[in-house]
């Protein structure tokens, strides 16, 4: 099997590459970024290119299944840019698949594109796709999903997978929970009392490897349950402090305005409202099970960043990742250009935004 991977030099695509190559099915993998990845193999064949230029295709060509991981997380300033690469990226992409005809296409989607709402039940893959118009994230992950729905009907033959994932959270994660865990005080938009889903970073490049490998069309959520900030302010040893939700998005766009925080209101319209998400279908298709819990991958995060202070490694570098909520962190390599985020300092507090 010969497989290309867009972003392959962010979060997802290094974790994701590296149990590919182990694979003996795994003939070869395309990899396309605008930065090279910091993971090197002899099966893995890097193409510096941007997810919209028309050189996708040739790029691409001769690959049997395309995976598409390159989105805009980490949030920048300008929000044209970001639709711009989030969504006529994957236009791009469809089109070149349109073109060399792969006979499998996954896609990096997220429980984001469900949207953030009230809503009565439990959330499964048949539930409707809403997403939230004041989140950037959201908005382009449910729109992805229309393109989709186009695509598959115009290109009936190929197989398409959309993996829709949780929060990531393990020792690789490098996003605002780095910054938070150094805070004393944790604050949260009050109501939501569900806490953030989660799920462990190598059980999501599991799954994606599982449909790599065998044929499951359509849309799966990967999650593993939910950590409550309460929870997380007890393992921390800090307090929280719930606000309103009018309150937390004008501190968010305070902060993310005066560059001390990673985030806007764009993420807090993410944490209004609790979100039940049920990976059943995972379970019962993939034969997916989550090794770790939410809190297992959250601690395991934390002693790694603990090894990293106590062995001197340089933390200023951000990490570029995969899918989920509150990942401030870009998919793919360098499409974006990075945004004034600054940083955190050790007297203010962090919002956290499920």
């Known amino acids: 099997m010969k497989v290309g991977i867009t972003g392959i ?5 290094t974790l994701l590459s590296r ?36 050189a996708l295709a040739p790029a691409l ?29 994957t236009k791009n992409l469809l089109g070149a698949c349109g073109a060399i005809m792969p006979r499998k296409l996954v896609v990096a989607s997220s429980v984001a594109a469900y949207g953030c709402v009230q809503r009565s039940g439990a959330i499964t893959e048949d539930t409707e796709l809403r997403g939230n118009k004041g989140s950037y994230y959201a908005d382009t992950k449910r729109r992805v999903e229309g393109m989709l729905d186009d695509f598959e009907k115009s290109n009936p033959g190929i197989i398409v997978t959309r993996m829709r994932p949780s929060i990531f959270c393990g020792r690789n994660i490098n996003n605002f929970f780095k910054d938070t865990v150094r805070l004393p005080v944790i604050t949260y938009v009050r109501g939501n009392t569900y ?28 999650h593993a349950g939910s950590l409550t900030v309460q929870r997380m302010s007890k393992i921390l040893g800090k307090r929280t402090i719930g606000l309103p939700y009018r309150l937390a998005r004008t501190i968010a766009d305070l902060g993310f305005g005066l560059g001390i925080m990673r985030f806007s209101s764009h993420w807090v319209e993410l944490a209004r409202y609790p979100m039940d998400i049920r990976a059943e279908k995972a379970e019962r298709e993939l034969h997916w099970r989550p090794t770790k819990t939410p809190e297992q991958a959250f601690v395991e ?54």
């Open 9 to 13: 030099a962010g979060y997802l695509g």
């Open 19 to 54: 149990q590919l190559v182990r694979e003996r099915t795994i003939e070869s993998v395309t990899g396309i970024d605008l930065r090279e990845p910091s993971f090197r193999h002899e099966k893995i064949r890097f193409v510096k290119c941007d997810i919209r230029d028309h």
């Open 61 to 89: 060509a001769g690959c049997d299944t395309i995976v598409h991981l390159t989105f805009v997380v980490q949030e920048i300033r300008d929000k044209k840019l970001i639709y711009d690469i989030s969504l006529n990226g």
């Open 195 to 222: 806490g953030l889903p989660l799920v462990y970073e190598g059980d999501v490049a599991g799954a994606f490897c599982t449909v790599i490998l065998e044929d499951h069309p359509g849309a799966f959520n990967i």
């Open 301 to 354: 995060m934390l002693d790694s960043l603990k090894g990293r202070r106590e062995g001197g490694t340089h933390e200023g570098r951000r990490a570029a990742p995969v899918s989920g909520f509150c990942r401030q962190v870009h998919e793919g390599g360098d499409d974006v250009p990075p945004g004034r985020t600054g940083s955190l300092s050790a007297e203010r507090p962090a919002l956290f935004c499920p």
